[in-house]
């Protein structure tokens, strides 16, 4: 099968929801994409882009993404943050998800990251089996936290 991983660009952007969205379905979280075309091309495309992303290609479609941001930690400097790898599920396990990664890798070497992160969810045999083949460090030390919109609407001085 011939692949063809590369940027994207803001018209790749609906597929790319779209994919967002298969991924949210296979996480049995289909409410949660919130994010709106608008959204993204203000936060990829405008003024001060705050994400990246690269495009798999097969078959004349667009068949996989992977969406990285730049991060900074305070011990040690920028960092890349792999925030999602998405292959069609038609598409699985033909080694597009590996390509995708290693483009993320590769800017992250070529921007001099200090690391390149991501999170799995525990229940993901597939990914977490990946990420053991390619020898990647699992951290047990550190536990997310978020806020929501919603919450931190409602914050104030009686937060604190």
Known sequence: MNVIIRKGIKSDLPEALELIKELALYEKAPDEVTV???????????????????????????????????????????????EDIIVTEQFRKCGIGRQLFDAVVNVSKELNAARLEWQVLEWNDLAIKFYEKINAGFDSEWINCKLTKEQMAGWGIGNR
């Open 36 to 82: 709106t075309i608008e959204e993204m091309e203000q936060d990829g495309f405008g003024s001060n882009p705050i994400f990246n992303f690269f495009i798999a290609e097969a078959a004349d479609k667009i068949v996989g993404i992977s969406l990285y941001y730049i991060k900074y930690s305070t011990w040690k400097g920028k960092c890349v943050f792999l």
